[in-house]
């Protein structure tokens, strides 16, 4: 399995290339394409949060935390809430995110479960995709925590191969990341209901919308 430092260095130099696109030729504002860099490496380091260990998981918690309720406030900002209840919101936001979504998942979630799978990364684009609001940003960012997401599968597949000798060994660990189920029942329909609600939310936005994804 390939560790934490490699992860983020491979989704970091993913996201760098995948801000530039966003710029040129995509043409996307620098700005744009600095977030979409930086939601490329978040993306990289996601499945980790299934991790036994506790230093990456409190890290990416205690990022979260603080990123998500701010990717709200221009959806709060055009909904008419106040100033105070914008930074109520954020505040409850970053609690309810770092102690309580975050022990509910240690205890739901196991590593190497369904967190690492294909679905799973469909359901990270599809949240950063519903949460933020600009329309010509949202798919550019969706699909970049994508490709982070996605990069960390590949790694774990890749290391879970023993390259010493003639010929190469499969790990224990083969077959664990990208895949569309895991062993749990439970686990593999939660995840697919969770990826259908998305989805349906996803469908209702684009038809608000008037038929477009937000290009």
Not at 107 to 117: A, D, E, K
């Amino acid at each position: 399995m390939a560790g934490f430092r490699t992860h983020i260095t491979v989704s970091g130099v993913l996201g760098v290339a995948y801000g530039g696109i966003a710029v040129q030729p995509l043409g996307f504002s620098p700005e744009a394409g600095i977030l979409a860099a930086g939601v490329t490496a978040v993306g990289g380091m996601l499945p980790d949060l299934d991790s036994d260990s506790g230093i990456p998981v409190r890290e990416l918690f205690g990022l979260m935390a603080a990123v998500v309720p701010l990717m709200l406030i221009p959806r709060l900002h055009h909904a008419g809430v106040s100033l105070e209840g914008i930074l109520a919101a954020l505040l409850f936001g970053y609690v309810f995110i770092r102690y309580f979504v975050a022990s509910v998942f240690r205890q739901l979630t196991v590593h190497r479960g369904m967190y690492h799978s294909i679905p799973a990364m469909l359901i990270a684009g599809l949240c950063v995709y519903l949460a933020y609001p600009e329309r010509g940003v949202r798919i550019l960012l969706g699909v970049g925590v994508m490709v982070g997401f996605l990069s960390h599968l590949v790694l774990d597949e890749v290391y879970s191969v023993d390259w010493r000798g003639l010929k190469p060994k499969l790990k224990a660990s083969a077959g664990s990341a990208v895949k569309f189920a895991s062993s749990s029942v439970p686990a593999t329909v939660t995840c697919y209901l969770t990826l259908g609600g998305l989805l349906y939310l996803a469908y209702l936005n684009v038809k608000q919308s008037g038929g477009e994804l937000g290009w």
